[in-house]
C-alpha cells in the first residue's frame, strides 16, 4: 500500500472510483472533473500501483468570525470495494491533516457519509440546517408581492449576486465566501437538476433576493435563498406561493436563525433540525491566535487530545494574548479535538458543552473565561463540495 499525490494519469481511475461509489453520472461528472479536479489535491491510496481509495481537498475560503481564511473542504472520500475494511480511509484522511496543516490550512470542513465515521478522528458537526417540509397554504401568511421578480442570467447578474450573498453571510459565520468560479459552479450543477433561479429586484431597480429551486413532483424546492432586506425575504416567499398551481409541498433547507416557522398558518409539519457539514482544527495554536485578535480573551488555559496530529495535543494557556503549548501540565478546562472544533466553530457555548459532558473545568469561573474566547455563532454554509 502506498499513499501519494494522484498522476495525471490516474485522473480516469479517480472519475471512475466517484461514479461507483457515490452514484454520479454525466453530465455533471464529466463536468466536475473538468472544472473542479486537481490532481494536486487529491491523495491516493495505491495497491500495485492501482488507485483504489482516494479523497479531494478542495481549496475555498471561509468566513470565520470576521476574518477571511483559506480552507480545504474534503470531498469524494471514496474506496473501491475489493480493498475495504483496510483501513485505507483511515490512513487517508490522517495523511490529509499533515498535507493541510503544512499548507497552512487552520480547518477544515467535510459532508460525511456517515457522521460516526469521522467523528474517530476528530471531526465533529457544526452546521445544520432548518429543514421544512410545509403544504404550500402553509407560506400564505409570510408572503408579500414585492418589487420586480425575473429569471437570472448568470453573466449580466454575477455582480449583483455576489453583492447580495457577501451581504447575506455578513452577519453568519463558517459561510463559504464564494468567488465568481464558485458562482458558476453552483449555477452549473443546479442547472443539472433541473433547476431555475430568479432575482427580485427593490423599487429603484436593485436586485435586493434570489432564489435557486426547482420543481419535482409537485413539490417546490428551494434549494438557497440569498436577501438583503425583510422585504425581498416576503417578495422571494410570494414568488414561491405564486407557484400554487404547480405545487401542493415546499421543501427548504432554511439557515438556523430562520423564523419562518413562527408565521406557518399550520405550523404542525415536518421542522427538523437536519444536521450538515462536519468540521475539524489542524493547528490549535494558530487557531487561538486568531480568535485572541478577534475576541477580548482573558487568561486561561485549555488542554486538547489529538491522537492524530501531534502539534494540536497538550496544554495551551493564553496569557496577554499569547499562546503557548506546555505539554501535559494541567489546565482550567480539558476536552476532546471533536468539542474543541465545535467550541471554535462557535456552534456550542462552553457552558453547553460542560454541562453536556463535553468539556472539564477545574472551575466555574474557567467555563465563565471561556465563554468569552469561545462565543456562539450563527454558523452557515450551503455549500456541497
Not at 480545504?72 to 490529509?96: F, H, N, Q
Not at 457519509?113 to 429543514?131: L, N, P, S, V
Not at 401568511?141 to 448568470?154: D, E, F, H, S, W
Not at 443546479?190 to 435586493?208: D, I, N, Q, R, W
Request: charged share 25%.
Amino acid at each position: 500500500m502506498e499513499i501519494r499525490f494522484a498522476d495525471v494519469e490516474d485522473k480516469i481511475k479517480v472519475k471512475e472510483m466517484w461514479s461507483y461509489c457515490f452514484g454520479d453520472k454525466d453530465p455533471f461528472l464529466s463536468w466536475y472533473f473538468q472544472e473542479k479536479y486537481s490532481a494536486a489535491n487529491t491523495l491516493v491510496v495505491y495497491e500495485d500501483s492501482v488507485p483504489v481509495s482516494s479523497l479531494q481537498m478542495l481549496p475555498y475560503k471561509l468566513n470565520f468570525h470576521g476574518k477571511v481564511i483559506d480552507i480545504s473542504y474534503i470531498v469524494g472520500a471514496a474506496t473501491l470495494p475489493e480493498a475495504r475494511g483496510k483501513r485505507y480511509m483511515e490512513a487517508l484522511l490522517k495523511k490529509s491533516i499533515e498535507v493541510m496543516h503544512k499548507r497552512g490550512n487552520i480547518i477544515n470542513i467535510l459532508l460525511p457519509f456517515q457522521y460516526d465515521f469521522y467523528r474517530k478522528y476528530g471531526w465533529e458537526t457544526c452546521y445544520y440546517h432548518k429543514f421544512y417540509k410545509i403544504e404550500m397554504p402553509d407560506l400564505k401568511p409570510l408572503t408579500k408581492k414585492y418589487g420586480k421578480l425575473r429569471p437570472v442570467n448568470i453573466d449580466s447578474d454575477m455582480d449583483a449576486i455576489m453583492k447580495i450573498y457577501a451581504k447575506f453571510i455578513a452577519d453568519k459565520n463558517g459561510s463559504i465566501v464564494r468567488s465568481d468560479k464558485d458562482w458558476r459552479s453552483i449555477y452549473t450543477d443546479h442547472s443539472f437538476e433541473g433547476g431555475a433561479a430568479y432575482l427580485v429586484e427593490g423599487e429603484e431597480g436593485v436586485p435586493e433576493g434570489y432564489i435557486l429551486y426547482s420543481i419535482h413532483s409537485g413539490v417546490f424546492n428551494i434549494h438557497e435563498m440569498g436577501y438583503t432586506n425583510r422585504e425581498a425575504y416576503r417578495g422571494l416567499l410570494w414568488f414561491v406561493f405564486s407557484h400554487s398551481a404547480q405545487a401542493q409541498k415546499i421543501t427548504w433547507k432554511a439557515p438556523m436563525d430562520d423564523m419562518a416557522f413562527v408565521l406557518l398558518s399550520e405550523p404542525r409539519r415536518d421542522i427538523v433540525l437536519s444536521p450538515f457539514v462536519m468540521a475539524r482544527v489542524l493547528d490549535v495554536e494558530k487557531i487561538l491566535e486568531l480568535l485572541c485578535g478577534v475576541v477580548e480573551v482573558p487568561d486561561i488555559s485549555i488542554k486538547v487530545q489529538d491522537p492524530l496530529a501531534v502539534w494540536n495535543t497538550g496544554t495551551f494557556n493564553i496569557c496577554c494574548g499569547k499562546i503557548a503549548n506546555e505539554g501535559n501540565r494541567q489546565a482550567g478546562l480539558e476536552c476532546s479535538m471533536n468539542t474543541f472544533s465545535q467550541l471554535v466553530m462557535g456552534f456550542i457555548s462552553p457552558v453547553q458543552a460542560y454541562h453536556l459532558g463535553m468539556l472539564q473545568a477545574q472551575s466555574m469561573k474557567d467555563i465563565e473565561k471561556a465563554n468569552k474566547l469561545f462565543p456562539l455563532c450563527n454558523n452557515f454554509i450551503n455549500d456541497y463540495y
